[in-house]
């Protein structure tokens, strides 16, 4: 733990009713780092992402985000810092592929109709799809309404990009296009937190490797060490089944 | 006032008489489009605020707008659990609200409303919770994710049920002959009461009735060509 770190998450629980889905989570990001959780379905994956921007609020624990407790910070405020790309997309199925972009601009950031739009232009060109800005959700695939989403996410500016299985509604030939982008962002410096199971993104991309299961991080540490030596048993089994199920062909 | 309306001859007198006395029908109608139109922007003033407070509101951290919902939510039971006619005749008689246009405007106005209210509210309802996270998660706040991602969706659903309502006000205004009000109804009867005229009822009746028919077919046309221009290209699978 350093100083410096972007995001530090300490002793986080969380619980649904009887449930509890996060039991004492702590782990550090610095800047530029890309942390992949992987982790069996239920395991807390997808909850402990929305805890660090709040869509979930939690019972006990601290989360900062550049050395400010977020529970002290405005949601909205928080929210405008730290992206989310969504596995449905969840794209405004109203609003053209620009317009999914330019609304935070105009909303949050306050930022005039020109800049709003000259900012989506470049933002769009960044994901490969400048000549669909006026495109409808429903008119786009799966692997460019990803890339729309991740569009809509970066152009905010944030400091932090939480992906919450990116890549699981797509068809398998679609999947190469939005792993491409992550990758590219990876490689410009972006702070990415990703839950995926794509494990040749994870290989060529990630920092670390957390493994979550039963709500806690039960192994954490670079991909050559968790592909090739992981401390458990359990790390190499699950790896194991997810590089068959989704290879390197990310 | 003689009525510029030319009366074919060869028609029966109970025919002619009708026709003669267009003019005085058409004051009627014009009274019950005014109503029509009146009240139904009254119930969407009312009903659109009243769905988006009956869905978030229990929610809210904000007590008044707890309350506020509780209060919309038992209104709405209120006004859709009591016969128009009886609202009207508690607005005009018994409130002695008047004049009789504007106890029939605000009865069908929030009648309407009660009403407006439940179509809103399952539009709202109906948009996927993934469209209001994700505006969150840009960091609108709740009232602007509402306002520039819900509600242009919800609206777009509400149309073919918003037609159904145009339909039931612009029949419904004719419950205003309860209190007198000179709308198309009032008028017909009161051609058919005229001395020497009785035997015109079932051609009043009828006439007035193809003039209903042909009000509610034009604003089902016209709500029909709104819901296809206002559709979202493709679908709406975002």
């Known amino acids: 733990m350093s100083a410096d770190d972007l995001l530090r998450v300490d002793d986080l629980h969380k619980r649904f009713g009887d449930e509890e889905v996060l039991k004492g989570v702590s782990f550090e990001m610095a800047p530029q780092d890309v942390q992949v959780l992987i982790g069996p379905s239920g395991?807390?994956?997808?909850?402990?992402?929305?805890?660090?921007?709040?869509?979930?609020?939690?019972?006990?624990g601290e989360i900062t985000l550049d050395g400010t407790p977020t529970s002290e910070m405005d949601e909205n405020d928080l929210r405008r810092q730290v992206g989310?790309?969504?596995?449905?997309?969840?794209?405004?199925a109203h609003r053209t592929a620009k317009g999914n972009v330019t609304l935070?601009?105009?909303q949050v950031l306050g930022l005039s109709k020109e800049e709003a739009d000259s900012r989506a232009m470049a933002q769009l060109d960044q994901v490969g799809l400048a000549d669909q800005a006026d495109s409808y959700p429903a008119e786009l695939s799966g692997g460019q309404k990803q890339r729309v989403g991740i569009a809509r996410a970066l152009a905010m500016d944030p400091k932090l990009l939480l992906?919450?299985?990116p890549t699981s509604a797509l068809d398998p030939e679609l999947i190469g296009e939005v792993l491409g982008v992550m990758r590219d962002l990876a490689d410009q410096g972006m702070t990415m937190l990703c839950v995926t199971h794509e494990m040749g993104f994870a290989r060529q991309a990630a920092t670390d490797i957390m493994f979550l299961d039963g709500g806690q991080i039960v192994e954490h540490g670079p991909p050559d060490t968790l592909f090739e030596d992981p401390e458990r048993e359990r790390t190499g089994q699950f790896l194991e089944r997810l590089t068959s199920l989704h290879g390197d062909d990310g | 006032m003689p009525c510029p309306v030319p009366v074919p001859g060869g028609l029966s007198p109970d025919w002619q008489y009708v026709l003669e006395n267009a003019c005085y029908l058409g004051d009627g109608l014009a009274v019950t489009i005014e109503l029509t139109v009146v009240s139904?922007?009254?119930g969407f003033a009312a009903g659109l605020p009243a769905g988006v407070v009956e869905v978030y509101g229990h929610r809210s951290g904000s007590r008044p707008v707890r309350w506020a919902s509780g209060l919309v939510r038992n209104a709405g039971v209120v006004l859709r659990g009591t016969p128009i006619v009886v609202i009207i005749m508690l607005t005009y008689f018994a409130a002695g609200i008047s004049p009789?246009?504007?106890?029939?405007?605000?009865?069908l106005g929030f009648r309407s409303a009660a009403y407006q209210a439940q179509i809103f509210r399952g539009a709202i309802e109906s948009v996927d919770r993934g469209q209001m996270e994700a505006a969150r998660a840009v960091g609108l706040s709740k009232v602007q994710s509402i306002r520039h991602v819900v509600l242009p969706q919800a609206l777009?659903?509400?149309?073919p049920g918003f037609?159904?309502?145009?339909?039931?006000?612009?029949?419904?205004?004719?419950?205003?002959?309860?209190?007198?009000?000179?709308?198309?109804l009032t008028n017909s009867y009161d051609l058919f009461q005229s001395i020497g005229h009785t035997t015109a009822i079932f051609e009043v009746i009828l006439f007035v009735s193809g003039l209903y028919f042909v009000l509610t077919v034009s604003a089902n046309r016209a709500l029909e060509a709104l819901n296809d221009a206002v559709a979202i290209p493709g679908g709406e699978r975002g």
């Open chain 2, 156 to 159: 777009r659903r509400s149309v």
């Open chain 1, 163 to 165: 992906f919450d299985e």
């Open chain 1, 84 to 92: 989310m790309v969504f596995q449905d997309f969840n794209l405004f």
């Open chain 1, 104 to 106: 935070g601009l105009r």
């Open chain 1, 43 to 60: 395991s807390g994956k997808s909850t402990l992402l929305r805890c660090v921007n709040r869509l979930t609020e939690y019972e006990q």
């Open chain 2, 163 to 184: 037609q159904n309502e145009v339909t039931i006000v612009l029949k419904d205004t004719s419950i205003a002959f309860a209190i007198g009000l000179a709308e198309l």
């Open chain 2, 100 to 107: 009789a246009f504007l106890a029939a405007t605000v009865s």
């Open chain 2, 40 to 42: 139904l922007l009254v």
